[in-house]
């Protein structure tokens, strides 16, 4: 089995930071891509930041300059640094990855279980 934990969300004010990580275990064969999509209540959940096996990143126009993904190899954890914090980043955010296991050697996503990011203004 293959799953995601994340950890990090909580509440902070506006223009306030907070770091995200999401860490992979299991049955991990290569991971193509790692990252965040986010959703807030009534909306449909949206992209923030992904990066990609040979280290291209793309962003959410809405967090460029402010939020900054990462990834430690080594680890199979991928980071999001969030900085300026909006009220309108307030969301449900997910981590997700695109991953070979060696039980389901074909690329599929997986999904954590989701973190709480609120931002009070």
């Known amino acids: 089995q293959v799953q995601l934990v994340e950890s990090g969300g909580g509440l902070v004010q506006a223009g306030g930071s907070l770091r995200l990580s999401c860490a992979a275990s299991?049955?991990?064969?290569?991971?193509?891509?790692m990252g965040w999509y986010r959703q807030a209540p009534g909306k449909q959940r949206e992209l923030v930041a992904v990066?990609?096996?040979?280290?291209?990143?793309n962003y959410a126009d809405s967090v460029k300059g402010r939020f900054t993904i990462s990834r430690d190899i080594a680890k199979n954890t991928v980071y999001l640094q969030m900085n300026s914090l909006k009220p309108e980043d307030t969301a449900v955010y997910y981590c997700?990855?695109?991953?070979?296991?060696?039980?389901?050697?074909?690329?599929?996503?997986?999904w954590g279980q989701g973190t709480q990011v609120t931002v009070s203004s």
């Open positions: 997700n990855a695109n991953m070979q296991s060696h039980i389901a050697p074909v690329p599929r996503d997986y």
């Open positions: 299991g049955s991990i064969f290569s991971i193509n891509a």
């Open positions: 990066l990609t096996g040979g280290a291209n990143t």
